[in-house]
């Protein structure tokens, strides 16, 4: 509805311009005081409705969004009303050939452009039609004049009608399209930072968050925290139980450390090989080291089931933490935890070490 919305709001101007220049081209206002005053005030005042609805159209929306889309509805069948009553009263009118002539083209006009404009909605598209054009036919008809201009109309209408149903279903299977490239797009993006393996971040994805965390931790002046961690002895699962079973043993690690770090703001990546790597926001140290003393011995504790054989081992953790500040660089934040790392695998691995200044 809101699209429906945008597309018939240049209309309400129209509507408003081409009634003055209608009714006051030639002294037809004067000739028709009366007819003239009463249809200016009706359409004038329901394009002013349309205008101020238009204005408030999303704060009504969050309000109710029935009555919204029906207010919108509602005034759009108002306005052909309005204007397909005064263009059934021109063409009963004996005299004025050069107004009945104007009012017909702006008719024509009008009706092509809304019809154009409502074509989401399909209904309202072929009842604005019909509104804007048939009563003209009837008054006619029943007056027995103008068989001719009758039947112009008719076919004019139809032919509306036929284009609304064929716009209507082009509309929405060009938005389906529109909406499928776009899921494709997101997809290929999903794609593009995950890891193909083990279905959490990869590295690439990890090198663009962590260069946007730091500049937003340096800003709000918090605790930016990194940990790397690195499976031990991975080769021997490899060399044991082939690189498939490696491969699974790999997801497994990836699912735990999903599972522990799961904030929205919590970064789990694969940083290469058996490596890994956690980026956490706001979290104090010592949380952290508790959290990552967990993943530990949840990693030794685990035993990968692959076709009967246990696989097992342990990891080595190595952490880092700072408030950035303008000295420091996001590359020494990984530096530090790096080291940490390999002090914790020089120590006899299945450790978790921090890093320090």
Same mark, same amino acid.
């Given at each position: 509805?809101?699209?429906?919305?945008?597309?018939?709001?240049?209309?309400?101007?129209?509507?408003?311009?081409?009634?003055?220049?209608?009714?006051?081209?030639?002294?037809?206002?004067?000739?028709?005081?009366?007819?003239?005053?009463?249809?200016?005030?009706?359409?004038?005042?329901?394009?002013?409705?349309?205008?101020?609805?238009?204005?408030?159209?999303?704060?009504?929306?969050?309000?109710?969004?029935?009555?919204?889309?029906?207010?919108?509805?509602?005034?759009?069948?108002?306005?052909?009303?309005?204007?397909?009553?005064?263009?059934?009263?021109?063409?009963?009118?004996?005299?004025?050939?050069?107004?009945?002539?104007?009012?017909?083209?702006?008719?024509?006009?009008?009706?092509?452009?809304?019809?154009?404009?409502?074509?989401?909605?399909?209904?309202?598209?072929?009842?604005?039609?019909?509104?804007?054009?048939?009563?003209?036919?009837?008054?006619?008809?029943?007056?027995?004049?103008?068989?001719?201009?009758?039947?112009?109309?008719?076919?004019?209408?139809?032919?509306?009608?036929?284009?609304?149903?064929?716009?209507?279903?082009?509309?929405?299977?060009?938005?389906?399209?529109?909406?499928?490239?776009?899921?494709?797009?997101?997809?290929?993006?999903?794609?593009?930072?995950?890891?193909?393996?083990?279905?959490?971040?990869?590295?690439?994805?990890?090198?663009?968050?962590?260069?946007?965390?730091?500049?937003?931790?340096?800003? %709000?002046?918090? /605790?930016?925290? @990194? &940990?790397?961690?690195?499976?031990?002895? $991975? #080769? *021997?699962?490899? !060399?044991?139980?082939?690189?498939?079973?490696? %491969?699974?043993? /790999?997801?497994? @690690? &990836?699912?735990?450390?999903?599972?522990? $770090? #799961? *904030?929205?703001? !919590?970064?789990?990546?694969?940083?290469?090989?058996?490596?890994?790597?956690?980026?956490?926001?706001?979290?104090?140290?010592?949380?952290?080291?508790?959290?990552?003393?967990?993943?530990?011995?949840?990693?030794?504790?685990?035993?990968?089931?692959?076709?009967?054989?246990?696989?097992?081992?342990?990891?080595?953790?190595?952490?880092?933490?700072?408030?950035?500040?303008?000295?420091?660089?996001?590359?020494?934040?990984?530096?530090?935890?790096?080291?940490?790392?390999?002090?914790?695998?020089?120590?006899?691995?299945?450790?978790?070490?921090?890093?320090?200044?």
């Amino acid at each position: 509805m809101a699209d429906l919305k945008k597309r018939s709001s240049i209309g309400i101007v129209f509507y408003m311009i081409i009634s003055f220049i209608l009714f006051f081209d030639g002294g037809y206002f004067s000739r028709n005081f009366y007819f003239s005053l009463t249809f200016l005030l009706l359409l004038n005042g329901i394009c002013l409705i349309r205008l101020l609805h238009l204005a408030f159209f999303a704060r009504l929306d969050d309000y109710n969004e029935t009555l919204n889309n029906g207010i919108f509805i509602a005034t759009v069948i108002v306005t052909s009303m309005i204007w397909g009553g005064g263009f059934a009263y021109f063409m009963v009118q004996n005299d004025e050939f050069n107004a009945k002539l104007l009012m017909a083209i702006c008719t024509a006009g009008l009706c092509s452009g809304g019809v154009v404009a409502f074509i989401p909605e399909r209904r309202l598209s072929v009842v604005f039609n019909i509104l804007m054009t048939f009563p003209a036919c009837l008054l006619m008809l029943i007056k027995g004049i103008n068989y001719h201009m009758s039947v112009m109309i008719i076919l004019f209408s139809g032919y509306l009608v036929m284009l609304t149903v064929r716009g209507n279903r082009e509309y929405w299977d060009a938005l389906e399209n529109e909406n499928k490239l776009k899921d494709k797009t997101i997809e290929l993006k999903l794609l593009s930072h995950t890891d193909a393996l083990t279905g959490i971040y990869n590295r690439r994805f990890f090198n663009e968050i962590f260069d946007f965390e730091w500049k937003r931790a340096l800003r %709000d002046q918090a /605790l930016l925290t @990194i &940990a790397i961690c690195d499976i031990d002895y $991975f #080769k *021997r699962i490899n !060399d044991t139980f082939g690189h498939i079973a490696g %491969d699974e043993y /790999l997801k497994q @690690i &990836a699912e735990i450390l999903r599972n522990t $770090f #799961k *904030r929205d703001t !919590d970064i789990v990546a694969r940083y290469g090989g058996e490596e890994f790597v956690i980026l956490l926001w706001g979290v104090s140290l010592e949380k952290v080291i508790q959290m990552v003393e967990h993943v530990r011995q949840k990693i030794e504790d685990c035993r990968v089931d692959y076709k009967g054989a246990f696989m097992s081992t342990t990891m080595c953790f190595g952490i880092s933490a700072c408030v950035p500040d303008n000295v420091d660089s996001p590359s020494m934040l990984i530096t530090r935890a790096d080291k940490a790392l390999y002090t914790a695998k020089n120590l006899g691995r299945n450790r978790v070490e921090v890093g320090r200044k």
